[in-house]
């Protein structure tokens, strides 16, 4: 079997932890090198996967050229993931871009485009995918237990993007920290309506069937002393009906932890019944017309490819199966085009037609 020679490049997301750590543990997979322009945050990952100084690099093009990897994972400040799929994708290899899609609807179009002339593939990935309860709720949308879904309704967040690091380990960020980090970085990207709400908008999207919307209203919150916000709202208006998507930084406790009030998940309301899935909990609540009392439904265990964005892209390329949904650029795309239409609503201060025809 062939092993996949993987590089993790550009460390400003802190998910680059976890999804080296699932390219050590997968057997037809190597971590050939890794870069990042800042050394130190390449300290615990050398440690952590045995590298050697020679799969240890603070320039890019000598990485790509040394190892030449088949595919790379990229984790930039949200604004930075064109510019870095710009850079990468001359060398030849597969991106995996770790979310949100893109900083706008601009950006998302130009690194597709850039990926295409490559002759590789742009996946993105969204790790909400691999709870289980979301690929649980999507098999039972797709059986039809409850009918057409017309609607969804997101919450999501946790205390803040500096209370946890690769592995979901807790800290407690310092005022420098938060100075100094991209998160809360109006230029980069920062901001939890560009951090969160792609989930809502993209596994939204999912779960309707691919639909687009026709407008969007929303509104974030504006603290003293920062440049982003964290929190905000969205409300999304298809022909079905009205869905909305809830960002925060600031829950009172992690969702992986105690899940807080209110609780972070998806519900999904159909013609025929309504799903629950909220955020790491063993059950789904759903309704039916022939239950509307509603019932428990324990979620799926999951299985070899589907259980990890790694060994399901690997599968992918291996065997040509399709991406699961938000991984694709099609899903994605429309995740963003409503993205964009929140923030720009949330400027403007009014309802907005949705960008990007």
């Not at 680059?16 to 990042?36: N, T």
């Not at 982003?228 to 406790?253: N, P």
Request: charged share 20%.
């Amino acid at each position: 079997m062939k092993t996949w020679r993987i590089a993790g490049i550009n460390f400003d997301h802190f998910h680059m932890g976890d999804l080296l750590r699932m390219v050590h543990e997968h057997p037809s997979a190597e971590i050939v090198a890794i870069s990042d322009e800042q050394p130190e945050r390449l300290v615990v990952a050398t440690r952590n996967f045995g590298l050697g100084e020679g799969q240890v690099f603070t320039d890019y093009r000598a990485c790509l050229e040394q190892t030449r990897p088949d595919l790379v994972i990229l984790c930039p400040a949200a604004s930075c993931h064109g510019e870095w799929v710009e850079k990468v994708a001359p060398y030849g290899a597969h991106v995996i871009m770790e979310k949100p899609y893109a900083g706008t609807l601009a950006e998302a179009d130009a690194m597709a485009k850039a990926m295409e002339a490559s002759g590789k593939e742009l996946i993105v990935n969204w790790p909400l995918v691999w709870y289980a309860g979301q690929q649980t709720a999507h098999r039972l949308v797709q059986e039809g237990l409850i009918g057409e879904v017309r609607e969804f309704h997101h919450h999501g967040g946790n205390r803040g993007p500096l209370y946890h690091g690769a592995d979901k380990i807790d800290k407690e960020p310092t005022s420098e920290e938060k100075a100094a980090s991209w998160f809360y970085s109006k230029s980069l990207g920062g901001g939890s309506l560009l951090d969160y709400m792609g989930y809502g908008t993209t596994l939204g999207t999912w779960h309707l069937g691919g639909r687009k919307p026709i407008e969007v209203t929303c509104t974030w919150d504006e603290t003293p002393g920062l440049e982003v916000d964290e929190h905000a709202v969205a409300v999304i208006r298809y022909a079905t009906g009205l869905s909305k998507t809830e960002t925060r930084w600031g829950t009172f406790t992690d969702p992986w932890t105690h899940q807080p009030q209110p609780k972070c998940g998806f519900v999904l309301k159909g013609t025929d019944g309504t799903i629950s899935c909220y955020d790491y909990e063993p059950t789904l609540f759903v309704q039916t017309r022939e239950r509307p009392e509603g019932y428990a439904v324990p979620v799926d265990v999951l299985k070899s490819p589907n259980r990890n964005p790694i060994e399901h892209v690997l599968h992918h390329l291996e065997t040509g199966a399709p991406l699961i949904g938000p991984l694709t650029l099609e899903i994605s795309r429309i995740g963003q085009q409503i993205v964009d239409t929140a923030y720009l609503s949330a400027q403007q201060k009014r309802t907005l037609a949705l960008v990007g025809g």
